[in-house]
């Protein structure tokens, strides 16, 4: 394992405080009441036991959910073609829905986690962090939906490195109030995505890191670009802002290896494509969509397929 060179501390900040006695909904306090109930029995559990429970969830979720299955198969379909058997692609679904249950489960079980944290996880290429933050410009850390990803906030908690991410609140603010106060718990900072840029851009010229997610359907303003080999509208946020800031574009990605056991892997940097402003967004933008796609194919059980992520131009 490399080590970590000296870089500017993570912030600490002030865990939120929940009063249930606002005026909200009572629906918003009912459902964070239940979410909480929840909260308290996964902790409660072996890694082993609630494991185990999102495994099966996941199952009873993909036959009870017909839309998201066929939309699960459409998409394995798409990137897989003749590649893979048909059996081999119900195999990848079903493993799928459970993945998506047991990350649910995970980010339930941060408070645990966060006790047992430095014998539950195993890094590799901690060097590339520690060489792009010594340029002193920042790093922009390019994330997917792809393995635990919540748990890659484990990565500024135990490596020291000072990381914010960029995420939509929730409807029910007390929930939202929750969730960031376990990210904070990690040392990660919370930025909401409605209002992103000045915050990124601040936390970038304080050469702090900001992790972003880049493989949603972008709609209208992202870049039409092969990922698995067919045309889907894909963010260039995390290329434009490498541009503008001269921030490292650089790949991370947190493996499920077993119940309650990770890898956090990071990637060496993706460098800014040369030549006239629109052509190098494109083609740093498609490096990033290629290396997805590679790590998404040793692994593709630890991907959304849930996700709408081809759709029609319009």
């Known amino acids: 394992m490399a080590s970590v060179r000296p870089v500017p501390p993570a912030r600490k900040e002030s ?19 239940l979410f909480r109930g929840v909260l308290a029995g996964v902790n409660a559990l072996p890694f ?17 959910m017909p839309k998201r299955r066929k939309i699960t198969l459409d998409n394995l379909d798409r990137a897989f073609g003749t ?3 048909r059996e081999e692609k119900l195999a990848i679904a079903k493993a799928s829905f459970g993945h998506l249950a047991t990350s649910i489960m995970e980010f339930f079980r941060i ?6 944290a430095s014998r539950r996880f195993a890094f590799t290429g901690t060097e590339h962090l520690d060489r792009t933050f010594g340029r002193g410009r920042g790093v922009l850390l390019v994330i997917s939906h792809f393995g635990s990803w919540e748990y890659l906030a484990f990565l500024p908690n135990l490596r020291k490195y000072p990381f914010s991410v960029v995420a939509r609140l929730t409807k029910n603010p007390l ?12 040392t990660l900072k919370n930025i909401d995505k409605k209002n992103a840029i000045r915050p990124v851009l601040q936390e970038l010229k304080q050469n702090h890191g900001v992790a972003i997610l880049i493989d949603q359907w972008a709609g209208r303003d992202g870049l039409w670009l092969n990922f698995f080999g067919a045309p889907t509208s894909t963010t260039s946020i995390p290329a434009r802002l490498a541009m503008k800031t001269g921030a490292a574009l650089v790949p991370a990605f947190c493996v499920r290896t077993g119940a ?10 993706v460098p800014v494509a040369e030549g006239a402003a629109e052509k190098a967004e494109e083609i740093t933008t498609q490096q990033l969509n290629d290396l997805l796609e590679a790590r998404i194919r040793q692994n593709p059980e630890q991907w959304i397929w849930t996700h709408r992520r081809w759709k029609e131009k319009t």
Do not use: C, D
């Open 260 to 269: 309650g056991n990770y890898r956090i892997e990071i990637h060496e940097e």
């Open 48 to 64: 082993s036991v609630s494991s185990w429970i999102a495994q099966s969830t996941g199952l009873l979720l993909y036959y009870s």
């Open 15 to 33: 865990k939120p405080k929940f009063n249930l006695r606002e005026r909200l909904p009572f629906w918003n306090v009912l459902e964070y009441r």
């Open 83 to 85: 590649t893979k058997s």
């Open 111 to 116: 408070p645990r986690t966060l006790k047992e």
């Open 175 to 186: 929930i939202t109030q929750w969730m960031q106060s376990m990210r904070t718990a990690t």
